[in-house]
């Protein structure tokens, strides 16, 4: 059973039973005696509300919420300093994209973490391959594989969100796997903190 977040009850929602000082393990505790109270088991606690596939939160956000305002309106767009040789574009890079939110949420009390996850997918494939250094030939592996990132936003006051970014490669090689995982927190991290990139064009 699966608890939408406006099925849960006002107590819950509204904190009452959730003190802003309490830790998350505390928290926790409390959520899973209300929710037990209502009959709920497992997951639909109101720990993990279903508000999407792969979005979380804690069972209370609003002092989170009051403090993304606050830096959002301090953040500045990410400025569009790497330049994409196939496309012949620049856009904003990992980096560019932590210097626009760095400083703003780490004065309202925010961090964030991302943790990224590779799960293959199918069988391994067995192929011949020649070295370009040596001439050698070696033996190689071909296998799919999906690669996640996992965002938390994180406020002093124990609340959070989180949200999991995946996409499919089609050969798990470590450089495919690392451009893929730089990929996805760069845009996880835009879409969770509110960070656009630059207008350079002035439209």
């Known amino acids: 059973m699966t608890i939408e977040r406006s099925t849960l009850t006002d107590e819950m929602m509204g904190c009452n039973m959730l003190p802003a000082g309490e830790d998350l393990g505390a928290q926790q505790d409390r959520a899973a005696e209300l929710a037990k109270r209502q009959g709920l088991t497992g997951e639909s606690t109101g720990l993990r509300p279903a508000l999407g596939d792969g979005w979380m939160a804690s069972p209370c956000t609003h002092e989170l919420a009051a403090a993304l305002a606050k830096a959002q309106g301090l953040m500045t767009g990410a400025g569009k300093s790497t330049e994409n040789p196939f496309f012949r574009m620049k856009y904003a890079d990992l980096a560019s994209v932590w210097d626009a939110c760095r400083g ?65 490669l089609p050969v798990a090689d470590p450089q495919s796997v690392g451009s893929a995982i730089t990929y996805l927190r760069r845009y996880a991290l835009q879409a969770l903190v509110g960070v656009a990139p630059e207008d350079d064009d002035g439209e």
């Open 104 to 168: 703003p949420l780490s004065q309202c009390g925010l961090a964030v973490v991302q943790c990224p996850e590779v799960a293959y997918l199918g069988d391994p494939e067995f192929y011949d391959r020649v070295s370009k250094q040596s001439g050698e030939t070696r033996l190689g592996v071909k296998v799919m594989c999906r690669v996640s990132v996992r965002t938390r936003l994180l406020h002093t006051s124990g609340q959070w969100i989180e949200d999991l970014l995946s996409t499919v």
